[in-house]
């Protein structure tokens, strides 16, 4: 049972409706996983918030309507077929458009809400550095960027990469093996959640072109990796030999 069934369950708890998840079972997954614990939190405090909220003073806009010259006996009776929105008086119309489009409002209001409870809303890669290396160069030249990253976040993708010693910095893998090896260009690099070794483990690695200065062994050459959700995130490479 993977996690979606579980906020099924959290959700029809919080409703007080039945659920196909034990009662039981779900305390125990709570117990074991975070990630569920803190969406029940989340959750608990939204729904308590659109419960509980006191609802705003508006101005009573169909009583305006009613008195401004119609007469109540102009109202149809029970049963009768309802008037056409042509056939209303405009400010009945307009007391229509206003309901109508703060329904909407609201609607939309609570589908975000509950989209970001749910996991829609943004969750980040984690980069946890285990090696990242250069080759010594001279200015002018280019280098070659080795990476070994873990990813202890939530799923993204690496769109680019660059540092402030190079004019441009691209992403390589290599394929086949010793003096047969290819390099090819690749424009983005995945990283799952809880990916481990990333780049090292796909043979990819950062071209450094266009040096604006020399790199000697013992030197450290800034790198910033670009996420796609998850902004930029800056690592040390060091130089050598």
């Known amino acids: 049972m993977d996690c979606t069934t579980w906020h099924e369950a ?8 039945a659920s196909t998840a034990d009662d039981d079972a779900l305390d125990r997954h709570l117990r074991a996983c975070v990630d569920c614990s803190a969406l029940l939190v989340d959750l608990t405090a939204l729904h308590r918030r659109f419960r509980l909220h006191p609802a705003p003073q508006v101005p009573d806009l169909v009583l305006a309507a009613l008195v401004s010259g119609e007469r109540l006996g102009d109202v149809p009776a029970a049963g009768a077929a309802p008037a056409s929105p042509t056939a209303l008086h405009p400010r009945q119309r307009f007391v229509l458009r206003i309901a109508g489009a703060a329904a909407v409002i609201a609607i939309g209001l609570t589908t975000t809400a509950l989209a970001g409870a749910f996991g829609g809303g943004v969750r980040h890669a984690r980069a946890v550095v285990n090696v990242a290396s250069a080759r010594p160069a001279a200015a002018g030249g280019s280098t070659l960027v080795y990476l070994r990253l873990d990813n202890r976040g939530a799923s993204d993708v690496v769109t680019g990469a660059s540092s402030p010693v190079a004019s441009s910095a691209v992403f390589h893998r290599s394929a086949g093996h010793s003096r047969e090896a290819v390099m090819r260009a690749a424009t983005t690099i995945a990283a799952p959640g809880g990916a481990e070794d990333l780049f090292a483990s796909d043979n990819v690695h950062v071209m450094l072109e266009g040096l604006n200065r020399d790199l000697e062994p013992g030197d450290v050459v800034p790198v910033t990796l670009t996420f796609g959700h998850s ?9 050598t030999a």
């Open 10 to 17: 959290m959700s029809a708890r919080l409703d007080g409706e």
């Open 231 to 239: 902004g930029t995130f800056t690592l040390q490479a060091t130089v």
